[in-house]
């Protein structure tokens, strides 16, 4: 290893001494520290602060736009006005109350050195503008695929997130897929290309929806194949609709819906992905870390035969926002679709991997670091028990509201999903459950969230983020069903009696 060169002696012309010249002159680090300090107070509150913002969209434009200055004001000025005003509107999601979204928590070791990253500013383009960062992707790639159980000749990008590797790994399956028919998509562009058939779930995730858009696949050009109650693709369905298909085709499956955390049945789709000589792609955002876990692995059983796959970081593994991994098991396809080469982007066969073969941008963050932190810090048990203990704290809370009279629980709990409907009869469900929501919202106590699933109106409990313990879980469920016995009482019929008769109202 070579030595860093150190402080530069100058001899000045013309005089009898020499000046030290340092190659860092700034050294006033006052303004990270106070950084620092601020974000350590709010890791503090966290679990004391209600989990909801303070500030309406109105009240945040205020603080926020206070005008661009036209000469540059101090930076503590500043920094203070950034926290005062973005603490204002900052949602709980590292804090123990939040049950809203898959969301991760912001692991320290992953702020800490995230922090170093910002710090060294590197740009991972490629190796030879940030060999560190590209050597620490490379490892920590590697760790990735052995902890998910995928091939180990598979490629990894490192992304924003699961939307974006979707994206790296259907691209590499349609530069694949129209490869084999002889047509050179990065050559030739998409138009006048053969037809790839995409068969895709009734329940895929928007972000799968989004990914194919980009990539020119319309809605109206997918092949939908029924999902069932679980929200599980039907592989009698796919068998079916493959078996008349003569296109290329592309399959996307899911490890993890978002409701109910259900898995597909990847052993079956992945022979008929093979019978069929189509690409197997899997989104496995949240659910594809089950494979981590020996004691949830078995949901995600036949995923490795897959062909490309879409992970989170940010969610189980919390890493800081924002982050996402694509694996692509046909390396040279996946390079093909994304990598960018030009005449300034220097390169050796002495080099590292360079990270922007694997992603559609350039410069960009140095991501491997974090990663890599929090796979050292939590180790292949830590990473187990994070997905073990949030799926422990989902089903210790169905199973306490389970049994309890018009709390209906939508599926089996088998991850980290709980979804549910709260119902009386000749009540309407959607109002009986937005009414515990909003009664769970007013309580201020914990962060919860409605959706609409298949035109109904759902309480969605999701847990990714750093596990509860089962009193807090106990405390959330009584919770719960105390908002539920106050909607019970609030909606009760009014029985026919002379008190209440409006039958003789004017207004009748
Ligand atoms: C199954 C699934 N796919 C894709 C996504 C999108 O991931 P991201 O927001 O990281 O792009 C999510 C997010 O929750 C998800 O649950």
């Known amino acids: 290893m070579r030595q860093r ?75 203070t006005q950034l926290a005062n005003a973005a603490e204002a509107g900052l949602v709980g999601s590292t804090g123990d109350a939040f049950y809203g979204w898959v969301m991760g928590a912001s692991n320290p070791v992953g702020i800490a050195a995230d922090w170093l990253t910002s710090a060294w500013g590197q740009n991972s383009a490629i190796y030879q503008t940030a060999p560190s960062a590209a050597i620490a ?55 006048g290309a053969p037809e790839i058939c995409v068969f895709v779930s009734d329940e895929a995730h928007s972000a799968i929806f989004a990914a194919l858009r980009y990539l020119g696949f319309g809605r109206e050009r997918l092949i939908m194949i029924q999902a069932d109650r679980e929200g599980r693709m039907d592989p009698l369905d796919l068998a079916k609709k493959l078996a008349v298909n003569e296109n290329p085709a592309i399959i996307v499956a899911q490890a993890g819906h978002i409701h109910t955390g259900a898995c597909d049945d ?121 997905v073990e203990q949030n ?23 088998t991850l980290n999903q709980l979804s549910l409907v709260f119902e009386t009869p000749g009540s309407s469900p959607n109002n009986m459950t937005q009414s515990v929501v909003d009664k769970l919202q007013s309580d201020g106590r914990w962060f919860v969230k409605e959706a609409i699933w298949r035109d109904e109106l759902i309480l969605r409990l999701s847990f990714s983020s750093f596990p509860k313990t089962t009193s807090q879980i106990d405390e959330f469920s009584n919770g719960i069903i105390k908002c539920w016995a106050t909607v019970v009482e609030e909606y009760r019929p009014v029985a026919p009696h002379q008190d209440h008769d409006i039958s003789n109202s004017p207004r009748a």
């Not at 989990?51 to 005008?67: C, I, K, V």
């Not at 490192?158 to 002889?182: D, K, N, P």
């Open 391 to 413: 799926s422990d704290n989902a089903a210790r809370l169905a199973d306490r509201l389970r049994g309890i009279p018009g709390i209906r629980i939508l599926h089996q709990v």
């Open 137 to 191: 992707e490379e490892v920590a790639g590697k760790y990735l695929i052995n902890l998910l159980g995928l091939p180990t000749e598979a490629s990894v990008a490192f992304t924003t997130g699961a939307t974006m590797a979707s994206y790296i790994g259907l691209s590499a399956a349609r530069s694949e897929m129209l490869a084999r028919q002889g047509w050179n998509l990065e050559e030739q562009g998409q138009f």
């Open 266 to 386: 990847f052993e079956t789709i992945s022979e008929l992905a093979s019978s069929h000589g189509a690409w197997l792609h899997i989104d496995g955002a949240f659910g594809l870390w089950a494979k981590a876990s020996p004691k949830l692995s078995h949901l995600c059983t036949g995923a490795e035969n897959a062909d490309s796959w879409a992970v989170d970081g940010h969610k189980w593994l919390q890493v800081p926002y924002d982050s996402g991994f694509a694996f692509v098991k046909n390396k040279a396809a996946h390079c093909r679709a994304m990598a960018t080469t030009a005449g300034y982007l220097n390169e050796t066969e002495q080099d590292g991997r360079n990270p922007t073969y694997f992603v559609p941008e350039i410069s960009r963050r140095a991501r491997g670091f974090t990663v890599w932190a929090i796979l050292q810090a939590m180790g292949r048990d830590g990473v187990a028990n994070i």
């Open 5 to 79: 060169p150190g402080p530069i002696p100058v001899h000045v012309v013309g005089s009898n001494f020499s000046i030290i010249i340092r190659a860092i002159t700034v050294t006033d680090h006052t303004i990270l520290k106070q950084a620092a300090q601020r974000a350590l107070g709010y890791r503090d509150r966290v679990n004391k602060d209600s989990p909801y913002p303070l500030a309406s969209a109105s009240e945040l434009r205020a603080l926020f736009d206070t005008g661009l200055p036209k000469t540059g004001r101090p930076d503590k000025e500043v920094l």
